[in-house]
């Protein structure tokens, strides 16, 4: 097992801890949740194979399901968004990176950044919210959740990116 | 067959991915109803038990406001008590009658336990509690859960020490209810939209009820014994197709701060149960 692998577990246990204990019981006027786990996600070096990233996904969706009583929805939405993140991320990508970066405002710039989570991130709510619609519910305040939700999560990934900016 | 090989290794990624959304949809639509799931929800070993910890530490916060409660509901109970004493004292004379009563017959079919709450969720349209007890304690699906308050919900899955609760703030909950002092019975259902809400979909259109008429559990279910307080009617509407009257109930119990709970179960609901379902399939 090389070194990354046992940093990535690390980082892997801690972001969901987080998750579950405190960030899965917020619900900030009954709608928006922040997801932190996707940080990890979205933060994994450009050259993590698909597989690699379609099994983390899928892992962290299905332990933050097991916490929160919903067997497969967040780990269908994290799946999803493991597959879209490489090519997403493809968009933003220039000639004179290091060929295995790692994503954030210092390789790609914020602008590039921003974007490509606000991608990433929009893509999980909206298959997470949908299934949780697909068992049941309304439309209006699923559009307000989703909207909610990736505005919160996306404030979170600022605030990491500011200090391992600053770092 | 080399082709076909070479087209699998291409394409790995694509087959994981559908192999990892479609555990991800079983999971989704088995949930319910599949009971081995229950590996994948809080009430696993391992969720629970750090749920647990999570609980305890979090107890300490709350004890003021517990205390309070347990105050208030201590002094209702002996104010009740008083209140069964004189009422007591007046059937006296009619000792026959109370001595082989209906009431005495019914209040020895159910079990009652105590449980807390260790986990849950408001902000969902299907909603969960997890309880710290589970089929060691004797709990077992089916079962219904009140507090002081009013009604909760029924026990959906049991692991060995945990057990989730589906309560009425889930759009799966059905409920069977009566309005107290009409004979009608009703169903109690959640629309998924507010939290102290509820309404009861099937009110038939003879009957007459009015605005702070108390709901009660109406004891057909043999999940619940007759007569636990659910809420009080806020307003009647018509139902969609216009069959029945659709009204909004205020629920008694406050969901966001509900701790220690009562788990009360029939004794005989298997003879119950097997009496019914043999009644149906003769159908």
């Known amino acids: 097992m090389t070194r990354s692998t046992l940093i990535n577990i690390r980082n892997f246990t801690l972001v969901l801890l987080a998750q579950v204990l405190v960030f899965s019981r917020i619900h900030l006027f009954g709608y928006a949740t922040a997801c932190i786990y996707l940080i990890f996600i979205l933060k994994l070096p450009r050259h993590t194979s698909l597989n690699a990233l379609l099994l983390w996904g899928f892992t962290a969706g299905i332990v933050v399901d097991m916490f929160c009583n919903t067997p497969g929805m967040n780990a269908a939405a994290a799946t999803a968004m493991a597959f879209a993140r490489n090519m997403f991320l493809a968009t933003f990508t220039h000639k004179g990176l290091p060929d295995d970066f790692i994503p954030g405002a210092k390789s790609i710039k914020w602008g590039g950044y921003l974007v490509y989570s606000l991608m990433c991130i929009l893509l999980f709510f909206t298959i997470l919210f949908l299934l949780e619609l697909f068992t049941a519910g309304h439309i209006l305040p699923l559009l307000i959740s989703i909207a909610g939700s990736t505005l919160l999560t996306m404030l979170f990934v600022i605030v990491t990116e500011c200090f391992s900016f600053s770092k | ?283």
């Open chain 2, 1 to 283: 067959m080399q082709s076909i090989l070479n087209l699998l290794i291409k394409y790995n990624h694509w087959f994981l991915f559908t192999l990892l959304e479609g555990i991800s949809i079983v999971l989704l639509l088995f949930f319910n109803n599949y009971h081995s799931a229950v590996f994948f929800t809080s009430a696993n070993g391992i969720a629970g038990n750090i749920y647990s910890m999570i609980t305890d530490v979090e107890g300490y916060f709350n004890l003021k406001d517990e205390n309070m409660r347990l105050v208030e509901h201590n002094r209702l109970l002996s104010e009740e008590l008083q209140a069964m004493g004189k009422e007591l004292s007046a059937y006296k004379d009619s000792t026959m009658l109370a001595g082989n009563g209906f009431v005495a017959a019914n209040r020895g079919n159910f079990t009652f336990g105590t449980a807390k709450v260790i986990n849950g969720s408001l902000n969902r349209v299907n909603n969960f509690i997890t309880i710290d007890k589970g089929s060691s304690d004797g709990v077992t699906t089916e079962m219904g859960v009140f507090n002081e308050q009013g009604v909760v919900g029924i026990v959906r899955q049991t692991s060995e020490n945990f057990a989730i609760v589906l309560p009425l703030l889930n759009s799966k909950s059905m409920i069977s209810c009566r309005v107290k002092g009409s004979n009608s019975f009703c169903t109690l259902k959640w629309d998924g939209t507010e939290l102290q809400h509820s309404y009861l979909i099937d009110l038939p259109r003879y009957a007459l009820f009015e605005q702070g008429d108390t709901v009660v559990t109406s004891g057909f279910s043999s999940i619940f014994p007759a007569g636990i307080p659910v809420g009080e009617i806020q307003n009647l509407e018509d139902s969609d197709d216009g069959m029945f009257y659709r009204a909004k109930v205020k629920l008694y119990v406050n969901f966001s701060s509900i701790d220690n709970l009562f788990i009360v179960g029939h004794k005989k609901k298997n003879e119950q149960e097997i009496l019914e379902e043999s009644m149906n399939k003769e159908k």
